[in-house]
């Protein structure tokens, strides 16, 4: 990996991280646990446009793995590598068709984001009753999704490919 990449790699790890600590420091504006706008994943919908999936992929699971041992506990480590895992996937997979832009790319990754931490919790905490959360995270994960879209979509177009 040239040190340019490398570089570049490196300080957008700690920018999803910065920016995964200060979403946590932000109060909720709805009384719905789970609700967040999910500011990380500009970053990491920035790196699978400009740097390719593998790169985007240790970039989300080493944020995902770092902000848990920092600032999470084990739960919440399960919950965030489920969620991140699973939006991933479908966030590749649209990228990968060409048929999708980015906003497109980001709301499936939100919204799949919210499914997978809930099926994860189903299967932590032993019950489906807490599923009955996610019509409200899909609402969620869309409108977050969109407006992490279009800041990443700009970043795309703004910060020059190397």
């Known amino acids: 990996m040239k040190t340019r990449k490398l570089t570049w790699m490196a300080l957008s790890i ?14 909720s504006f709805v009384p719905i646990p789970g609700v967040k706008m999910g500011l990380a994943n500009i970053v990491v919908v ?3 446009y400009r740097f390719g999936w593998k790169e985007a992929l240790g970039i989300s699971m080493l944020r995902v793995i770092l902000v848990s041992l920092l600032f ?9 590598f489920a969620g991140a895992l699973l939006s991933f996937a479908g966030m ?3 990228k990968h068709s060409g048929r999708f832009g980015h906003v497109a790319v980001s709301v ?3 919204v799949l984001h919210n499914i997978g931490q809930i099926a994860m919790a189903c299967i932590l905490l032993g019950t489906n009753a807490i599923a009955y959360y996610l019509p409200f995270l899909i ?6 999704g ?3 879209g279009l800041v990443a979509a700009m970043l795309v177009k703004r910060i020059p490919a190397d």
């Not at 700690?14 to 109060?27: K, R």
């Not at 999470?72 to 965030?80: I, K, R």
């Not at 609402?139 to 977050?144: D, E, K, M, V």
């Open 14 to 27: 700690a920018l999803a991280m910065v920016m995964s600590f200060i979403e946590s420091q932000i109060p």
């Open 46 to 48: 920035f790196a699978l």
């Open 72 to 80: 999470g506990h084990l739960a919440s480590f399960f919950y965030s």
């Open 92 to 94: 590749v997979l649209l």
């Open 108 to 110: 499936t990754g939100g």
């Open 139 to 144: 609402l969620s994960g869309t409108i977050a």
């Open 146 to 148: 969109i407006l992490i």
